[in-house]
């Protein structure tokens, strides 16, 4: 790959133009929120951002297209009808410009299709480095895919979606994540600059070839963006495909174009440029990359609950006694009614074990929750007024289900819970805390006793 030269555009044809201009439509209506569900969606409840104000930033880095997270994530027809459409309005653009301009010379047609190019070479690298900023800064400090907690240690394998599976056996190991988080960053440092961006497109090419396999082969529901971003990535090297079938298949040297920004007259231009390119690099980089340290060195993640529980209480406790109505329910593995078991996070969760019919939840809404992608346990948000011995427990999903509990702790790891069910029915129930060490935890050199 010998000099670099200027990118032109040598006697584009008709289906070039069309083409371009379709790239443009796709790059603009993909990455801006035109969808009236962004903007009516609880920021705080997908995002937390009272409190966070840089969690904005992941606003705008994760704002989907409709057709991203419809389906499951897998919503092709609408991924082909959008690029349908977009090809049917570049066409026409390239239509009526040729109405227009017929009586120009070829070489000002070719100068537009040169600015155009640019601006569509502009909105590609943008849009794959505002989206995969976010997943490498997560990964470099692994907040993105958290160490099981509790309730998930002690959630039978079954109980697991495949998406969710994976997402926990990858927090199992954060030297992998943090390996992978790392070469998602330079490829995405690579892609912010020209001269690097074609070696940031392959890499990233690279990368999102293997994520949208996983998310096809483990069902993780974001299957269709991370083909979009492969699917942008590949659009930067169309240029250059005659030069790379020379380096690859003949053996022949080749010349990889260099796009050429744009000349800008204008003094105060080429500063505004320089100060977006730096502003958007601080920010989406440094700045979140700085907060996004702090929650890793805080034991936080934005996947589970940010508020802390009591530490005194955390810990895995079985159901040794449960009477409904004070009658009194036997462990009995296939009761759907009686509690087996309770976790009490370090945050303010609360599991309960229980072999109730469950309904696997895989929408996108409660994606941050412990709901997502497992049965098996009832999770609650609880409070505590550690002066009246209430515990007020409410589930995240489900607004509707929410009890009030009275606590007592006889000895040290021992809980009698008196209160009643949603349904109104008087529940007493003992708790004895089991101590116990995973492998998991111990594999990692932490130790965690429940």
Known sequence: MANTVDFTVPNPGLLHRILLRSGIIYAAVTVIPFVPAFYQQDFDAGFSVKGHPYRWLDVVSQNNPWFFSSQGGKNYGGWLITLLVCLIIGGGWAFIEKQINNDRNALTQNDRDDRLYNWFFILVRYQIALRMSWFAIAKVFPVQMPFPTLSQLNTSLGDFAPGKLYWLTTGVSPFFEVFAGVFELIATVLILFRRTATLGALMMIAILLSIWFVNIGYDAG????SLHLLFLSAALLVKD??????ILIRHRQAVISYIQPSELTKQWKRAGRIVLKAAFIFLFL???????????AAGKTFKLPLDDGIKSFTGFYNVTEFRLNNKVLPYAPDDTVRWQNMAFEKFNTISIGTAKPFKLRTDNKIRTTEYYGNIGR??????????????????RADTTDALN??????????????????QKDSLYIVLNKVEKQYPLAIKRNANITD
Request: glycine letters at 8%; zero cysteines; aromatic letters at 22%.
């Open 378 to 395: 009832l999770y609650y948000g609880y409070e505590a007024d550690t002066v009246k011995h209430i515990l007020t427990l409410k589930n």
């Open 222 to 225: 974001v299957e269709l963006a």
């Open 286 to 296: 440094f700045y979140r990359g700085y907060h996004y340290e702090q929650l890793y």
């Open 241 to 246: 495909a005659d030069q790379f079938y020379n």
């Open 405 to 422: 509990l009275n606590y007592t702790a006889p000895s040290a790891g021992k809980f009698i819970l008196k209160g009643l069910s949603p």
